[in-house]
């Protein structure tokens, strides 16, 4: 069974999420998994402006992905930091890409499922993860969440990102925050949870 986790990620936030959803897909028996990035859109002087150039240098070893490598997996996992309520423009610009899949029906049947991170705690993490939900549906594929079998998407002791759309994180203000173990946690169980339910599908 192979699992994508297919991301952009300017600063890195999306990115420490993505290793821990590949983390959690890794226990699953048999599954295959690659962290895969969307190709950059902004040119390196904007990203300058933007503050992102060391980031994204740290970044660098992970490979960008291809419209056909979607259609080889079994399962793809999106990470998208909100931009205003929505997914980014990489990942936008990715998936309508994708019409040739859609117009073979490449990705019917395939697992889908979507995490995101935002700097602020009500900044639309739900309405990114819902509104990307909309194109894996018209791909056919079979959207996957974050159950609450995940019992860390009870805590309200301290803040934490994740809903049962998917996992998330809160950056800050600043981008100053780190994913919380909670965050890491939900990301893991996401990652599991879509390996499983692709090895079944794939058996
Ligand atoms: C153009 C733009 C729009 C953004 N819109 C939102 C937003 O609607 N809500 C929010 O809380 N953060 C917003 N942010 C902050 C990003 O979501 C944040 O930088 C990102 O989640 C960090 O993830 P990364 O480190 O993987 O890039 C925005 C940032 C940019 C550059």
Same mark, same amino acid.
């Given at each position: 069974?192979?699992?994508?986790?297919?991301?952009y990620?300017?600063?890195?936030?999306?990115?420490?999420?993505a290793?821990?959803?590949?983390e959690?897909?890794?226990?699953v028996?048999?599954?295959?998994?690659?962290?895969?990035?969307?190709p950059?859109?902004?040119?390196?002087?904007v990203?300058k402006k933007?503050g992102a150039l060391?980031?994204q240098?740290?970044?660098a070893?992970?490979?960008?992905?291809?419209?056909?490598?979607?259609?080889?997996?079994?399962?793809?996992i999106?990470g998208?930091?909100?931009?205003?309520?929505?997914?980014?423009?990489?990942?936008r610009q990715?998936?309508?890409? *994708?019409? @040739?899949?859609w117009?073979?029906? +490449?990705?019917v049947?395939?697992v889908g499922? !979507?995490? %995101?991170?935002?700097?602020?705690q009500?900044?639309?993490?739900e309405?990114?993860?819902?509104?990307?939900?909309i194109?894996?549906l018209?791909?056919?594929?079979?959207?996957?969440?974050?159950?609450?079998?995940?019992?860390?998407?009870?805590?309200?002791?301290?803040?934490?990102?994740?809903?049962?759309?998917?996992?998330s994180?809160?950056?800050?203000?600043k981008g100053?925050? *780190?994913? @919380?173990?909670?965050?890491?946690a +939900?990301?893991?169980?996401?990652?599991?949870? !879509?390996? %499983?339910?692709?090895?079944?599908?794939?058996?």
């Amino acid at each position: 069974m192979k699992l994508l986790v297919v991301y952009y990620s300017m600063y890195g936030h999306i990115h420490r999420l993505a290793e821990a959803i590949a983390e959690g897909a890794g226990e699953v028996k048999g599954a295959e998994v690659e962290l895969r990035r969307v190709p950059e859109t902004l040119p390196e002087e904007v990203l300058k402006k933007m503050g992102a150039l060391e980031a994204q240098k740290a970044l660098a070893h992970v490979p960008t992905c291809t419209v056909e490598q979607l259609g080889e997996a079994d399962a793809v996992i999106f990470g998208t930091p909100t931009r205003f309520g929505n997914m980014c423009g990489q990942m936008r610009q990715f998936l309508d890409a *994708t019409g @040739s899949l859609w117009a073979q029906g +490449a990705l019917v049947g395939k697992v889908g499922s !979507v995490f %995101t991170s935002s700097n602020t705690q009500h900044g639309g993490q739900e309405s990114t993860i819902l509104s990307f939900h909309i194109t894996l549906l018209h791909q056919g594929m079979a959207v996957v969440g974050l159950p609450y079998a995940f019992p860390g998407l009870m805590v309200i002791d301290e803040i934490s990102g994740g809903s049962p759309y998917g996992a998330s994180t809160i950056a800050g203000p600043k981008g100053e925050r *780190t994913p @919380s173990e909670n965050e890491l946690a +939900a990301a893991r169980f996401q990652g599991k949870h !879509v390996a %499983t339910i692709a090895s079944k599908l794939t058996r």
